[in-house]
């Protein structure tokens, strides 16, 4: 079953404190993937599609990475403005235009 | 350029009613998608529409749920005989093309539905 899970679920920080967030994916022709922020009330918000392994793309505090596995969301010393939950999703060879998404990971930065 | 416009932002009905939900796609795009989120849970995929037809709907539960997206206007997400279960936040999604091959999609900020 196609299928893509985030981990931890949930992840607090102080300040200044680099870490990772993981998405591992199963699915059957991977055509991109997908990395959004979501903060509560509103929608999610897109940051990076990566497309194939070996890929890697940066916004500011924010560095994702792909393999043929998994995608990896680096943040490099987090603000308390980082704080919000990170979605992934993927789209692949069957998929007419929807996404798999993970349930995402809760970020909290403490300042 | 407004962004993707839903609303209403808030929607309460009593079991049995009709809910409807809107809209409006970013200014461009073609191609609108629904997902629904509920609490604790992924967002996952409903239905996926150009104007006027509906690309894929293996996501849309077979009773009491459709969608529509005319050739004029919002698109329409509708739910007949709300049930306690379907109390959740709904989310539109636009793109200009076929997502899966170069953009994400640009999200709207959702409708939450409450079922009393």
């Known amino acids: 079953e196609d299928q893509v899970t985030q981990s931890p679920e949930a992840l607090r920080l102080q300040e200044g404190e680099s870490s990772s967030l993981n998405c591992s994916y199963t699915v059957s022709g991977l055509r991109g993937l997908f990395w959004y922020r979501q903060d509560p009330g509103k929608g999610p918000e897109f940051l990076f599609t990566l497309y194939s392994a070996g890929e890697e793309k940066e916004k500011e505090r924010l560095k994702a990475t792909l393999t043929k596995k998994e995608s990896f969301l680096h943040i490099t010393a987090p603000k308390p403005e980082d704080s919000a939950t990170y979605l992934c999703a993927v789209s692949w060879g069957g998929s007419q235009g929807n996404l798999i998404f993970g349930k995402g990971t809760k970020l909290s930065v403490k300042p | 350029n407004a962004g993707v416009m839903q609303n209403p932002r808030h929607l309460v009905r009593r079991r049995g009613q009709e809910a409807r939900l809107r809209c409006s796609p970013m200014?461009?795009?073609?191609?609108v998608y629904w997902y629904r989120q509920l609490p604790e849970e992924g967002l996952k995929f409903m239905v996926y529409l150009q104007k006027e037809n509906i690309i894929d709907e293996s996501g849309m539960p077979k009773e009491r749920f459709s969608a529509e997206f005319p050739k004029e206007g919002p698109s329409i997400l509708r739910i007949q005989q709300v049930v306690r279960g379907d109390s959740a936040a709904y989310f539109c999604?636009?793109?200009?093309?076929?997502?899966?091959?170069?953009?994400?999609?640009?999200f709207g900020s959702g409708t939450r539905l409450t079922v009393v």
């Open positions: 999604a636009s793109s200009p093309q076929f997502a899966g091959t170069l953009h994400g999609y640009t």
């Open positions: 200014k461009g795009h073609s191609h």
